[in-house]
């Protein structure tokens, strides 16, 4: 007699699910590196210049009817975008060298976005893109008349602009571990003092950049009625509403920095004689643009305003609870550097973008605008190092305890030698935290 069969175990099917890649791969990555940053840089050209060129052709056709346009090649129009573009780099265009700084973060970021989906991780890839970049900023600077004698500022704007953007970019990819390694090791080298100061010197100016944005929408929200009043006068039809709100876009992070000056306390100009600042307004004739109508008026000068740069200190205080938290101090004197080191690199920031807000629209009056840059930035430092001080010395037991005993060595007796008045305390080795 047979016996009868066990039926087969039900057998249970797992699928493996595969992790997601680190990042979409390109096409290129089988290529020559150098290939993959040319093409890069090409196209984060492209891409940022149709952001000008492409309004300003759209423009030009809707216009073309009008008899002021007859004669007027539509070439003309690519013009005027590219100088726009030219002058998001710190091309002048003739007497303006007021920098739009939107146009500047569209460049940057459209490096970085192409550097990161396309250049290889590989110094000879980010070389070819950076040098790409600049040939490219140099011929369209050289293809107009108006700024081919412009050569040093269009090189210069396509390294700052083109190497931070592109350089982020290829730093950012999944696959740039080696990369990022081999530049880590230099900031590695350093002192960890320095380097919690400097992050949180950073931080800091963040916090300052955070608070100034918030200030300046503030001011168009109170300006509004004054915004819409100028956007009605000038009568524009629906293209050139867009074509103006694209232009004012471009000059936010303007407003954004003015802002920040503000708040400092010194304040800012937009035009020679005129002042706006905490304390008081003092504002001549303003072209007729939109933007200038969300400009503080006398109702917020004085008062409560004149305590706006007691806000700086708000960004010394983040950044001094990022040194505590990345600093394990060794000597007492560690934090104190730290926040110096806080406020030195909070300044320095905060210079180089008022700096990159200020320029001039024209001669005479309009010749004057942004704030004093140094007035500003040694503020701002002062408030930096003010607030990181006031965090991360109390919080450290090393600055507690040299405290602690300076005050009560006084009225302590001497101790035999080879004997210790504290107990050692274990402390974990620098970098853990």
């Known amino acids: 007699m047979s016996t009868p069969q066990r039926p087969a175990a039900a057998t249970r099917r797992v699928i493996g699910v595969p992790p997601p890649p680190a990042r979409e791969p390109s096409p290129l990555d089988g290529g020559l590196p150098w290939v993959s940053g040319v093409l890069a840089a090409v196209q984060a050209v492209v891409l940022s210049l149709a952001v000008t060129v492409v309004p300003a052709v759209a423009v030009f056709v809707v216009t073309s009817a009008d008899p002021s346009n007859v004669g007027v090649p539509w070439t003309r129009s690519v013009q005027i975008g590219a100088g726009l573009w030219l002058l998001g780099h710190g091309v002048p265009l003739g007497h303006v060298t007021l920098v739009p700084l939107g146009l500047t973060a569209i460049a940057w970021y459209t490096a970085y976005a192409s550097a990161r989906r396309s250049a ?61 390694r081999r530049i880590g090791r230099p900031w590695a080298r350093l002192p960890q003092w320095l380097r919690a100061g400097v992050v949180g010197g950073v931080v800091g100016a963040g916090v300052l950049v955070v608070l100034a944005a918030l200030t300046a929408a503030g001011w168009v929200l109170a300006g509004r ?22 232009g004012e876009l471009g000059f936010a992070p303007n407003l954004v920095a003015w802002a920040g000056a503000w708040l400092a306390g010194p304040g800012f100009a937009v035009g020679a004689g005129s002042h706006f600042g905490p304390d008081a307004v003092t504002a001549g004739p303003l072209p007729a643009v939109p933007l200038l ?70 001669t005479g009056r309009m010749a004057a ?61 620098a970098g853990t935290r």
Do not use: K, N
């Open 225 to 246: 009625a004054q915004v819409d009043a100028v956007v009605r006068g000038l009568g524009l039809d629906t293209m050139g509403s867009i074509v103006l709100a694209i």
């Open 369 to 429: 605008i942004g704030a004093p840059v140094w007035a500003v930035a040694g503020l701002a430092a002062a408030g930096a190092v003010l607030g990181a001080a006031a965090v991360a010395l109390p919080a450290e037991r090393l600055v507690r305890s040299a405290v602690l005993g300076g005050i009560g060595r006084p009225h302590r007796e001497v101790s035999p030698p080879g004997s210790s008045a504290e107990p050692h305390e274990h402390r974990e080795p």
């Open 120 to 180: 290889r991780p590989v110094p000879s890839a980010f070389l070819a893109a950076l040098g790409t970049y600049v040939v490219l900023v140099l011929a369209v600077a050289l293809s107009d008349p108006m700024t081919a004698g412009r050569a040093f500022h269009a090189a210069f704007g396509a390294l700052v602009v083109g190497g931070l953007g592109l350089g982020a970019g290829v730093l950012r990819r999944g696959d740039a571990d080696v990369l990022r």
């Open 293 to 362: 109508g969300a400009l503080p008026t006398d109702l917020l000068a004085g008062g409560p305003s004149r305590l706006a740069p007691a806000l700086l200190v708000v960004g010394g205080l983040v950044a001094g609870a990022v040194v505590h938290r990345r600093l394990v101090a060794e000597r007492a004197w560690e934090p104190a550097a730290a926040a110096g080191v806080v406020g030195a690199v909070t300044g320095l920031l905060v210079a180089l973008g008022v700096a990159a807000a200020g320029g001039a629209i024209g």
